[in-house]
């Protein structure tokens, strides 16, 4: 279980973020997706700017309603 946490490639833990955004994680792959952010600074930076998108998006449509 443990490589399989270890060894998510980079369009796992883009996608596993973008899902994050419509539903809750399991516990597993938020970890999957920790340990994989502290080894790629890539996919670290696109968690960040996923979530920065995503409270603008919401903020947008709080001001536009």
């Known amino acids: ?3 399989f946490l270890l060894n998510r490639s ?3 833990v883009v996608a596993l973020v973008l899902q994050g955004h419509d539903r ?3 516990w597993h792959e938020r970890l999957a997706m920790r ?3 502290s080894i790629c ?3 670290r930076r ?7 998108m995503h409270e603008a ?3 947008w ?3 536009r309603d």
Do not use: D, V
């Open 61 to 63: 449509r709080r001001y």
């Open 41 to 43: 600074t890539g996919c």
């Open 46 to 52: 696109f968690n960040e700017q996923a979530a920065l």
């Open 10 to 12: 980079c369009r796992e």
């Open 35 to 37: 340990l994989h952010g």
């Open 57 to 59: 998006m919401g903020r």
């Open 1 to 3: 279980a443990m490589t």
């Open 24 to 26: 809750r994680l399991a």
